[in-house]
């Protein structure tokens, strides 16, 4: 019972969007998931519907959990019913009374895997691609054994950080990077920084640890909260209250953005801060642009490069920044591959039980790129670009990639 | 003419004819119990569904606030199936005064209440929509009943042990001899026909009615309907029963029964039990009333309003042969022998839903002494049929077998999760020729969508399993689309109208429902 007094005016708020539901059905036709699995009943069954039948404290149905929280449904909903969020809360509901596999726990802290990879990446990438070790990996642990994980690499990107002579500039932004960034892919963060001292801008890299997002899509809130209630400290070190934060993983600067208030309901004046000050960083230079301050010394690349925009970052809003900014890129061959979703949504398509779910999911997306056969995939998040690339075998990159080709890079 | 014969004649399908036949019937008499309409279409149908703990009364009426703390305690032994325990809770709001709750935690432990005062902070934490205004709080033993279970289950515990129930007939004559009332010709509503039934004693049952019922028999019962209006709110805002801590006023008592939240009630007098009349003035005094228990309840989506009339009886027509309980908003017990000196008739007036097996106890032990024969009450350890598990039913029961529903078996109504299955039951069990009667058996058309999408599903199933004809299935869903619509008219701002709006694209878009063939 303490779980819901926590954060309990905006879970309210949530709750009561279930009265502006009208069942009109369009979020079940939307959905990517029950469009392929009779197991998820769709948004509004158990969303708004099932809703009213929950009181807190005993969870009267398991179907939830196949909700990915691609959040495809709250977009979609002409009368603004927050769908996508009530499943979350009531998955947390579920996870709280019946306690999270180890899986779970496991895949919501990507940090822990990443540090425990680092040391012996080498070893760990062999294991991660060794079919014998991935298949007992899904027989005890019930990770799915061709489910995409990430390379782990042993320089992370605070490594770089260390040794990273900035530019100094009146003009600063706060870069947050994320745990890929940091474990995984710490050349977007290089590039990043790159792309935005070019610009002219002094990019501040505090130390920072995990949003919780994925301890959230788990369904483990407290544990999320905590979480990233301490990120949003970190983020604001001495002297950078007022600055933009910049966000390179769509689903981390969602979190920041909005969710960490709407779903989880947490809340600190660090927060709220950060909350009102983060960007995704095609956002950023979008209105760079937009004001004529984005520097345009693009070099050509001649590249056929599919954009695929991930659920989490049309969920932030804000269009498709990303696109209009490589539509500037001279040579460039854009083709904007209009699919819904990917099928990982995070760490959904990895678990034993929802791999298959999501591989159907992402068939539309995986047809159109094989069709298509180009050169690059781009996706701004990381999740997304990892399942392409398992299920496709092309290259996926994030569109900064080759924004900071264009800027000359390599 | 059809005759029959019995031990008692009830006349009235709601909670206190139901509870008086299961009585009598496990007294070992013969009972036939007879309704204008279905079972539960009167007041039992159509109030707030609180189960009283007793605190309502505690100050204002200490005699039937021990009459339903005691009767809560046996329904909760006895009943379990047809009650949620949810627990309430009585908070001082800014505008209660905090000397009543000194007296009201007094009277609760003199009327025998279990009650027990808790931190504010602890209210909240339970309660996050509670308005964190309140000053004092304390938690008793109020639940909700569903009103249409306990009748069903009291008038099939009644017939497992002999009882015949006559829905939809009218009582159109009383049987005198004399001083002497041996029966009632009724009238079947549906068919015309007439059916005799003689008894040894009658017991008018009728509540808000049965005034007109003694009419009939030639004697006055001066009965005084008081309407009361109630609005469902689309979901539960609280887990407990909402109760503010003062004298008992309007719109000061937030019931959460099934999936919605019951804010209640007025007290207006009216000449005419059936006027069920709600205006919007009633509508919008109970949505204001209900911010200073929950803050932002007028922005909640108001789904239906209805009115109840009370079966009041001014203290004047005093108590006979009941003992000598205090008259109060306790019942009361007639013997027309003693009263009017017109034997063979009972009539049970006042009471209310909680204290119905108590009603119909002191009632049968006046029918016993009439007729001379009769056992003992039985009622207080009798376990109903259904709640033999002793489980109280709860609010996530439908949404649990519903993840459990084979893909063969739709969802006919989304809201409130009745599944074909559910109706071919129910529809087997009881033939009825009105979809309102199927709506109380299953939650049909009752929650957000008041039968936008429902109604015409059952309507067709039903035609397409031969149970209607084709203007019968047309009338039948006319009928109900105009039944659900009453209730919505006077509250159809917000989400609700928008609802509206899609549900008569429906019915006049896709159904032309207006020029449907008869």
């Known amino acids: 019972m303490t779980e819901v007094a926590w954060g309990a005016e905006a879970w309210s708020e949530v709750r009561a969007s279930l009265d502006r539901c009208i069942k009109c059905t369009v979020c079940e036709t939307a959905c990517p998931v029950a469009a392929v699995t009779e197991l998820f009943p769709g948004p509004k069954t158990v969303g708004p519907q099932a809703e009213r039948f929950r009181t807190g404290g005993h969870s009267p149905d398991l179907s939830v959990d196949y909700c990915s929280g691609c959040g495809i449904c709250s977009r979609v909903c002409p009368q603004e019913v927050r769908i996508a969020e009530l499943n979350s809360r009531a998955r947390s509901e579920l996870k709280r009374e019946r306690g999270a596999p180890l899986r779970d726990q496991l895949v919501a802290r990507p940090g822990l895997l990443g540090r425990a990879g680092r040391p012996v990446a080498p070893l760990f990438n062999w294991a991660m691609a060794n079919s014998l070790i991935r298949w007992a990996g899904e027989r005890t642990v019930g990770i799915h054994r061709k489910a995409p994980v990430p390379r782990s690499t042993t320089r992370t990107f605070s490594y770089w950080v260390g040794h990273h002579v900035g530019t100094r500039s009146a003009r600063r932004v706060v870069y947050f990077h994320g745990c890929s960034t940091q474990w995984y892919e710490p050349y977007v963060g290089q590039k990043v920084t790159a792309i935005l001292e070019h610009n002219g801008f002094q990019v501040v890299i505090p130390k920072q640890d995990c949003c919780g997002l994925p301890l959230q899509s788990n369904g483990l809130f407290p544990a999320a909260r905590k979480a990233v209630t301490k990120l949003a400290r970190q983020l604001v070190p001495d002297g950078t209250g007022d600055l933009p934060v910049i966000s390179s993983s769509t689903s981390c600067g969602l979190m920041l953005k909005r969710e960490a208030r709407e779903i989880l309901g947490a809340d600190s004046p660090e927060l709220r801060s950060v909350s009102a000050r983060t960007y995704d960083i095609f956002e950023f230079l979008l209105e760079l642009h937009q004001r004529g301050e984005l520097r345009t010394d693009f070099k050509p690349v001649p590249l056929t490069v599919a954009y695929h925009a991930p659920c989490q970052q049309q969920n932030q809003l804000i269009g498709k920044p990303a696109l209009e900014i490589l539509r500037l890129i001279p040579g460039l061959r854009l083709v904007e591959l209009d699919r819904s979703c990917c099928g990982i949504a995070g760490t959904y398509g990895v678990k034993r039980e929802k791999y298959e779910i999501a591989m159907r999911v992402g068939e539309p997306l995986f047809a159109d790129i094989q069709a298509e056969g180009p050169d690059l995939v781009a996706c701004d998040s990381e999740t997304c670009r990892w399942q392409i690339s398992a299920a496709t075998g092309a290259t996926s990159v994030h569109p900064l990639e080759i924004l900071h080709r264009a800027y000359g890079g390599s | 003419?059809?005759?029959?014969?019995?031990?008692?004649?009830?006349?009235?399908?709601?909670?206190?004819?139901?509870?008086?036949?299961?009585?009598?019937?496990?007294?070992?008499?013969?009972?036939?119990?007879?309704?204008?309409?279905?079972?539960?279409?009167?007041?039992?149908?159509?109030?707030?569904?609180?189960?009283?703990?007793?605190?309502?009364?505690?100050?204002?009426?200490?005699?039937?606030?021990?009459?339903?703390?005691?009767?809560?305690?046996?329904?909760?032994?006895?009943?379990?199936?047809?009650?949620?325990?949810?627990?309430?809770?009585?908070?001082?709001?800014?505008?209660?005064?905090?000397?009543?709750?000194?007296?009201?935690?007094?009277?609760?432990?003199?009327?025998?209440?279990?009650?027990?005062?808790?931190?504010?902070?602890?209210?909240?934490?339970?309660?996050?929509?509670?308005?964190?205004?309140?000053?004092?709080?304390?938690?008793?033993?109020?639940?909700?009943?569903?009103?249409?279970?306990?009748?069903?289950?009291?008038?099939?515990?009644?017939?497992?042990?002999?009882?015949?129930?006559?829905?939809?007939?009218?009582?159109?004559?009383?049987?005198?001899?004399?001083?002497?009332?041996?029966?009632?010709?009724?009238?079947?509503?549906?068919?015309?026909?007439?059916?005799?039934?003689?008894?040894?004693?009658?017991?008018?049952?009728?509540?808000?009615?049965?005034?007109?019922?003694?009419?009939?028999?030639?004697?006055?019962?001066?009965?005084?309907?008081?309407?009361?209006?109630?609005?469902?709110?689309?979901?539960?805002?609280?887990?407990?029963?909402?109760?503010?801590?003062?004298?008992?006023?309007?719109?000061?008592?937030?019931?959460?029964?099934?999936?919605?939240?019951?804010?209640?009630?007025?007290?207006?007098?009216?000449?005419?039990?059936?006027d069920t009349e709600c205006s919007p003035e009633e509508v919008h005094q109970m949505i204001e009333a209900g911010e200073l228990l929950v803050p932002g309840f007028k922005e909640s989506r108001a789904l239906r309003v209805w009115s109840g009339s009370r079966p009041l009886l001014p203290k004047t027509e005093g108590s006979a042969g009941a003992g000598d309980r205090e008259v109060s908003r306790s019942h009361t017990v007639l013997d027309h022998g003693a009263r009017d000196g017109l034997e063979g008739l009972v009539t049970i007036a006042g009471g209310k839903f909680t204290t119905l097996r108590?009603?119909?106890?002191?009632?049968?032990?006046?029918?016993?002494?009439?007729?001379?024969?009769?056992?003992?009450?039985?009622?207080?350890?009798?376990?109903?049929?259904?709640?033999?598990?002793?489980?109280?039913?709860?609010?996530?029961?439908?949404?649990?077998?519903?993840?459990?529903?084979?893909?063969?078996?739709?969802?006919?109504?989304?809201?409130?999760?009745?599944?074909?299955?559910?109706?071919?039951?129910?529809?087997?069990?009881?033939?009825?020729?009105?979809?309102?009667?199927?709506?109380?058996?299953?939650?049909?058309?009752?929650?957000?969508?008041?039968?936008?999408?429902?109604?015409?599903?059952?309507?067709?199933?039903?035609?397409?399993?031969?149970?209607?004809?084709?203007?019968?299935?047309?009338?039948?869903?006319?009928?109900?689309?105009?039944?659900?619509?009453k209730g919505v008219k006077v509250i159809s701002w917000g989400a609700q109208a928008r609802q509206t709006r899609l549900d008569r694209w429906i019915f006049e878009g896709v159904y032309d429902l207006e020029h449907l063939p008869e």
């Open chain 2, 358 to 485: 108590l009603m119909a106890e002191d009632t049968v032990d006046v029918v016993v002494g009439k007729l001379g024969r009769g056992a003992e009450c039985r009622t207080r350890t009798e376990v109903l049929p259904g709640s033999e598990s002793h489980r109280f039913y709860w609010i996530g029961n439908r949404q649990q077998e519903a993840e459990t529903d084979p893909p063969d078996d739709p969802l006919i109504c989304e809201c409130e999760l009745v599944s074909q299955h559910d109706l071919d039951t129910v529809v087997a069990r009881r033939p009825s020729w009105r979809l309102d009667d199927i709506r109380r058996a299953l939650r049909v058309g009752m929650g957000p969508c008041q039968g936008g999408f429902c109604a015409f599903r059952v309507a067709g199933m039903l035609h397409q399993e031969g149970r209607y004809g084709r203007a019968e299935a047309n009338s039948a869903l006319r009928e109900f689309v105009q039944e659900r619509w």
């Open chain 2, 1 to 274: 003419m059809n005759t029959l014969d019995t031990d008692v004649l009830v006349i009235g399908g709601g909670s206190t004819g139901a509870g008086v036949a299961w009585d009598s019937a496990l007294r070992g008499l013969h009972v036939t119990l007879v309704d204008r309409q279905d079972f539960a279409t009167g007041t039992s149908g159509r109030f707030h569904g609180l189960l009283h703990s007793g605190g309502r009364y505690a100050v204002k009426d200490p005699g039937s606030a021990r009459e339903c703390a005691a009767e809560n305690r046996i329904l909760r032994q006895v009943a379990a199936d047809c009650l949620e325990d949810t627990g309430g809770l009585f908070v001082s709001t800014p505008e209660d005064d905090l000397e009543y709750a000194d007296r009201f935690l007094a009277a609760a432990g003199a009327a025998g209440m279990e009650i027990e005062e808790i931190p504010v902070g602890v209210a909240l934490r339970d309660e996050p929509r509670l308005n964190p205004k309140i000053r004092r709080a304390f938690r008793v033993q109020d639940g909700s009943i569903d009103s249409w279970k306990m009748i069903s289950a009291l008038l099939r515990g009644a017939q497992a042990h002999g009882a015949t129930v006559l829905p939809y007939h009218k009582v159109v004559r009383v049987i005198r001899q004399g001083d002497r009332v041996e029966g009632a010709v009724m009238e079947d509503q549906r068919t015309g026909e007439e059916v005799q039934v003689n008894a040894g004693c009658v017991v008018n049952a009728a509540g808000a009615w049965s005034g007109q019922v003694a009419q009939l028999a030639g004697c006055e019962v001066g009965v005084r309907p008081g309407k009361g209006v109630m609005v469902a709110i689309n979901h539960r805002l609280a887990r407990a029963v909402l109760n503010r801590c003062h004298m008992p006023s309007d719109g000061d008592i937030i019931v959460p029964v099934r999936t919605v939240s019951v804010i209640g009630t007025t007290d207006h007098p009216v000449a005419d039990p059936d």
